[in-house]
């Protein structure tokens, strides 16, 4: 008797597919199957994965309205005894109020959307406890949010946080194939790609060895060897990298670089604001659990930078401390009064052209007389890089009266690159190993392009480097290349 279908295969129903997603959406390990056609609803949640959107477009993340809320203070459910459970259902309703009371909520994440498309390498960055890592666990399947939808399209590959994805009893040798066999690749696949991971996490002499005795650093190796070598087609990779050496770090960024040009996704959240600048073309700023910022990363790691030093002056160009009711920085003996920027006219300024010298005055009270003090000026970029540091040591008295002073730098033109930079001061005794003023942030000041090589060859306008100094250049017309006179060696 004929099936009343025909030929044609059953689709599968919602009760397929809520199965399929308890058995390997929500996954412990941090990284997860996805169905490629058909749409996974979870039942006790406005949340969805729906791959099938994005099979027909060149997006691999659509995020819409992700939220996530916490309750503070809520009693955790645990595993009890059947008395304990039985107990516990008879002083429910008389507790449940009380309960309710006790907690409140917390919304890490709060109406995110943003989409990102196939081969982007997209940087998420925020201070800590702006929701990263939620949203990050929240694609990767490891936490389900209040309410908001994502649509995935590809297989994920996720490295959280070290350890992720472990089973801590196996060896690294049997958690490679288990990581493998998560990301639903074929026993053969893993073993093409398992030289190349033992070798990029240089662990090839305790490879049989059980992970829970592996260190931290370790851990991070082997974790983000797998994550990267197992070609999934979306990257997922956390601030873990800190916890591995400088080499290492370089070695997964350029890895990180390798794996972007191979067209693949890659999802970066780090505070190291180079690697957000050199690898990624797009960076989203998270505040608070809401995105503040989507769009060139040189623009978000500005805000961010900039949204962090709170306590560095906004005015023009200055910070005084004239007024008799306030207390200057400093001690008994030292403080200080204001410091003021000023371009080659003399006027009090925050914004440079950067073929004109900038003067950074100082003015301090001498209160009781000081012996071998002095400044120091830091220039740092918005990433928090030194751009240079200077002291006026050379040009100072050994010892100083009590008196007013003022003590002038002048940072030649020419210098500068198109940033904004923050200025950072301290006064210190090396003889006595004292700082008379410790050292703290106290104004912001922009440099334009106006002069600068830089806004005759990029798009933005922004050179590579702390500083875009302009060079000497001579270009002539020549015959032939001069060879160095050659040398006679004498017996």
């Avoid at 608070?288 to 500005?302: N, Q, S, V």
Wanted: proline content about 4%.
């Amino acid at each position: 008797m004929a099936s009343p279908h025909g030929n044609k295969r059953a689709e599968p129903s919602i009760r397929d597919a809520v199965a399929a997603v308890r058995l390997v959406a929500f996954t412990p390990l941090g990284s997860s199957l996805l169905w490629q056609s058909i749409e996974l609803f979870l039942p006790n949640s406005k949340f969805s994965f729906l791959t099938s959107r994005l099979c027909m477009t060149d997006l691999a993340i659509e995020v819409d309205n992700l939220s996530k809320r916490y309750r503070i203070g809520a009693q955790r459910q645990s595993y009890n005894t059947l008395r304990d459970t039985l107990a516990e259902a008879f002083s429910k309703f008389r507790n449940s109020k009380l309960k309710i009371r006790n907690s409140e909520s917390f919304w890490a994440l709060r109406d995110v959307s943003f989409e990102v498309k196939r081969g982007e390498v997209l940087g998420i960055i925020g201070r800590n406890g702006a929701g990263k890592s939620t949203l990050l666990k929240i694609l990767s399947r490891i936490t389900r949010p209040t309410y908001g939808r994502a649509w995935i399209n590809g297989r994920v590959g996720s490295l959280l946080e070290v350890g992720t994805g472990f089973h801590p009893e196996l060896t690294g040798r049997e958690n490679i194939f288990l990581n493998g066999a998560v990301l639903g690749m074929k026993n053969t696949e893993i073993q093409q790609k398992f030289d190349e991971i033992v070798e990029f996490a240089e662990i090839d002499q305790f490879l049989d060895t059980p992970v829970k005795r592996y260190s931290s650093g370790m851990y991070m190796r082997l974790a983000f060897s797998i994550a990267a070598h197992l070609e999934p087609e979306i990257l997922i990779v956390d601030e873990v990298l800190a916890v591995g050496d400088a080499a290492f770090q370089n070695k997964s960024l350029g890895k990180m670089g390798a794996v972007a040009k191979e067209g693949r996704t890659v999802l970066l959240v780090s505070h190291n604001m180079a690697a957000i600048r050199s690898l990624c073309e797009r960076a989203i700023l998270i505040e608070k659990g809401k995105i503040r910022l989507d769009g060139k990363p040189h623009d978000a790691i500005t805000a961010y930078l900039l949204s962090g030093m709170g306590d560095v002056s906004e005015d023009e160009g200055q910070v005084l401390w004239t007024e008799p009711n306030v207390e200057p920085p400093g001690s008994k003996e030292f403080c200080l009064r204001g410091i003021q920027l000023k371009g080659p006219s003399g006027s009090v300024q925050s914004v440079f052209e950067a073929d004109k010298q900038i003067l950074v005055e100082i003015y301090y009270e001498v209160r009781r007389q000081v012996r071998d003090a002095r400044f120091y000026l830091h220039v740092l970029t918005q990433e928090g890089e030194n751009a240079f540091s200077g002291t006026d040591c050379r040009f100072r008295d050994e010892i100083e009266s009590p008196g007013l002073y003022r003590s002038t730098c002048i940072i030649p033109g020419g210098l500068m690159n198109r940033r904004v930079y923050t200025i950072e001061m301290s006064c210190y005794i090396p003889s006595m190993n004292l700082f008379l003023l410790p050292r703290k942030p106290y104004l912001r000041f922009t440099v334009s392009g106006v002069g600068n090589q830089g806004s005759y060859n990029t798009s933005d306008g922004v050179w590579p480097g702390v500083v875009c100094p302009q060079l000497e250049w001579k270009i002539e017309k020549i015959s032939r290349i001069s060879e160095p006179p050659s040398r006679s060696i004498q017996s």
